[in-house]
């Protein structure tokens, strides 16, 4: 067999770039661009692998092609809500993702956005940049504590643990989490985890709510008006999942009309636009996206899809099959 073409979609670390390179005929997206649906299209009729990530979009209409060489969709992520599974399914083309290796990473992006929605951070950090601070006042910038108070996790999968191992052995926070089934006892006692029935209850008790699903039509606005009301007005909304899992506009109004006191987002609806509702608020703290960004975890992420294609060529087992 010729040496297997593979399309890498957007630039990932050097070292795994090279790496790859020295086992496949490899095309790197030199510029960095974000693929249009054409270029995807075009990728699965000429390359043997593509290794695309939650930047692009792979509906039915850019899978169901003719003349398709492409048989594994390497994904560099461990969401693949961008991708249509069940056309993947239909179409024969294997699907992998890099599941365990931004669990940390992603945690610490989540207990990230709630310190800082928590303590105002990027509000201080603008009113200080703006040149506004008029000195320190006891009653300047109050906000809410973290240590000691509830946090719940709506999914309670690998990053969802982590972030609550670190609230509630770095924090002291108590833990409640939902998930249609219980979760392991053994993780539960190390927690002292409390499984609420329901996502209302779940959020009638948090101070802080972090989201932990994976996104798509499954899990698409399960966060809404009506369940934002049921929050406490001093409770704050983390989402590091997928921004489609919250209803951006019930969201922005929640803020604008104070019904909850904040919320940190790392991922948007229609990503990287970001509604311009959420520019004009001083209670939301917003990141570009950052969850896996760490050197090291973007490199692991690269390895692990080195893995799946090693796997693949040489006729194995995958490791991280999703379809
Ligand atoms: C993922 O892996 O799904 C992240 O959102 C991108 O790193």
Redesign the pocket.
């Known amino acids: 067999m010729s040496t297997p073409k593979v399309l890498i979609t957007r630039k990932w670390p050097v070292s795994v770039e090279k790496k790859l390179q020295m086992l496949y005929d490899v095309t790197l997206n030199e510029d960095d661009h974000p693929m249009t649906a054409d270029e995807l299209r075009d990728a699965l009729q000429h390359y043997d692998a593509v290794c695309p990530a939650?930047c692009d979009s792979l509906p039915a209409d850019v899978i169901n092609i003719d003349n398709k060489r492409c048989k594994i969709l390497a994904n560099f992520?461990?969401?693949y809500n961008h991708i249509d599974i069940e056309a993947a399914k239909q179409q024969a083309l294997i699907v992998t993702n890099?599941p365990g290796v931004?669990t940390e990473s992603t945690a610490d992006i989540a207990m990230t956005l709630l310190l800082m929605s928590a303590r105002r951070g990027a509000e201080g950090d603008r009113l200080v940049r703006a040149k506004q601070w008029r000195g320190w006042c006891p009653t300047h910038m109050m906000s809410s504590d973290v240590t000691g108070a509830t946090l719940g996790l709506i999914g309670f999968g690998r990053i969802a643990q982590a972030m609550a191992r670190k609230a509630h052995h770095g924090f002291g926070m108590k833990i409640l989490y939902f998930k249609p089934s219980p979760a392991d006892p053994e993780i539960v006692e190390n927690l002292n985890a409390t499984r609420c029935d329901n996502i209302e209850e779940l959020l009638q008790h948090s101070d802080y709510v972090s989201l932990h699903c994976p996104g798509g039509e499954t899990t698409r606005h399960l966060i809404n008006e009506a369940r934002l009301k049921l929050m406490k007005p001093t409770a704050h909304l983390i989402n590091t999942a997928r921004g489609d899992v919250v209803d951006s506009q019930a969201l922005i109004k929640a803020l604008q009309e104070k019904t909850i006191a904040g919320a940190g987002l790392d991922v948007y609806e229609g990503e990287p636009n970001v509604d311009e509702g959420f520019l004009a608020l001083d209670n939301v703290s917003l990141l570009p996206?950052l969850?896996?960004a760490t050197i090291a975890t973007r490199t692991a992420m690269g390895g692990k899809v080195l893995n799946n294609l090693t796997a693949f060529f040489s006729g194995q087992p995958l490791p991280d099959r999703v379809v």
Do not use: F, K
Request: proline share 0%.
């Open positions: 939650v992520g461990v969401g890099t931004l996206h969850g896996s």
